[in-house]
């Protein structure tokens, strides 16, 4: 008989497997030690590769933005701690891009030869590649729940101010109990949640609060200091 394989992959809103591994900051205990703060697991093809690079060139570059956000980072790719220890110490020593250089990665890095890590977030996606991790994004809340998957292929280099806006629109979210429209940016008006009834949706058109596009979308003002102040730590 055919085996079948049972393929679990993590889903939003789900607690974010836990694993230990090793990596280029020591032993990590994921999600258990990033308990209270936000947390952005990412994994990359290959280490020494052009597009890797840049990705991890902007990240760390970007890191303190992402640490007033109380949002830590950890990489991740099937390659080897010493390759992991000797890319990182080429981009610092060597590479200037875009006007970063210089640029030390103090976020860990972790290593994942047997794959263990990678298969149990669907990293591995056989269409795209059996033996690398395709670029996966999971944002994970401090109670270690994933928030936000987002997968890319091989080929593309992640938008990192997307990455951000997507921190900042959860936990603005979870601050205001709102919802955050397209393109939403701090500063942008929200969303409040539908009318549960008629009078409230009656209430609400009429309201000089509000801007109510029809009975189910309305939008409320929030100013972008507000949001920073409640978003920040
Ligand atoms: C890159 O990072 O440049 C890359 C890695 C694996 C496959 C293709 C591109």
């Known amino acids: ?6 393929r679990s992959l993590p889903r ?7 694993f230990k591994a090793v990596t280029t900051q020591g032993p990590i205990d994921f999600p258990k030690q990033y308990e209270g ?9 290959a280490d020494f590769t052009p597009v890797c690079t840049s990705e991890f060139m902007t990240f ?11 949002c830590k980072l950890v990489g991740l790719s099937v390659d080897g701690l010493y390759s992991h220890i000797a890319w990182l110490r080429t981009i610092k020593d060597k590479i200037a891009y875009k006007g970063m250089k210089d640029v030390e990665v103090k976020f860990p890095l972790i290593e994942d030869i047997t794959m263990e890590v990678a298969k149990a977030y669907g990293m591995i996606q056989p269409g795209e590649s059996n033996t690398k991790a395709v670029r996966a994004v999971f944002v ?3 109670k270690g729940v994933i928030r936000t998957m987002i997968y890319y292929p091989l080929s593309m280099g992640r938008n990192f101010d997307e990455l951000l806006r997507v921190v ?32 409230v949706a009656k209430e609400r058109m009429e309201s000089k609060d509000l801007t109510c596009y029809d009975w189910f979308f309305c939008t409320k003002k929030l100013d972008k200091e507000t949001v920073l102040k409640a978003i920040k730590k």
């Open 1 to 6: 008989m055919e085996e079948t394989t049972v």
């Open 12 to 18: 939003i809103g789900e607690k974010a497997p836990a």
């Open 37 to 45: 703060s936000w947390v952005i697991l990412f994994s990359h093809p």
């Open 60 to 70: 760390a570059s970007l890191e303190k933005q992402f640490e007033e956000l109380n």
């Open 140 to 142: 994970i809340d401090p």
């Open 168 to 199: 900042q629109a959860l936990k603005t979210a979870d601050e205001f109990s709102i919802a955050t429209p397209a393109d939403w940016r701090p500063g942008d008006d929200v969303i409040i949640p539908t009318a549960g009834s008629c009078g």
